[in-house]
Nanobody, 123 residues
Framework: QVQLVESGGGLVETGGSLRLSCAASGQTTTTYNMAWVRQAPGKEREFVVIASLRNNDWTTYADSAKGRFTLSRDVAKNTVYLQMDNLGPGDTAVYYC???????????????WGQGTQVTVSS
């Protein structure tokens, strides 16, 4: 069993910043890849970023996140952080943490999902 807990969401003005956290607990031996996925109301889930906890060089951002979002790791604590800068209304969504053994952005093939944290950016 694996549990993922997200935190750090909230309301921010356009151009502002937020920092999200995701902590994995339980049987974490297969959570060596952790990802952020977001979903706006009425929209499909959208990949944001994925990172390997076994290789610090393995980090892949969606085009929408490049240059604005930065993922960091605390491997010993099975925790990842997402620093989000220059936020705009298009970033408004529920942000979910996900984890699993596959490193992929194509089909969101993750084994475990958190409950999500709401990010709202005012226009």
């Amino acid at each position: 069993q694996v549990q993922l807990v997200e935190s750090g969401g909230g309301l921010v003005e356009t151009g502002g910043s937020l920092r999200l956290s995701c902590a994995a607990s339980g049987q974490t031996t297969t959570t060596y890849n952790m990802a952020w996925v977001r979903q706006a109301p009425g929209k499909e889930r959208e990949f944001v970023v994925i990172a390997s906890l076994r290789n610090n060089d393995w980090t892949t951002y969606a085009d929408s996140a490049k240059g604005r979002f930065t993922l960091s790791r605390d491997v010993a604590k099975n925790t990842v952080y997402l620093q989000m800068d220059n936020l705009g209304p298009g970033d408004t969504a529920v942000y979910y943490c996900a984890a699993g053994e596959k490193y992929s952005i194509l089909a969101l093939p993750y084994n475990y999902w958190g409950q999500g944290t709401q990010v709202t950016v005012s226009s």
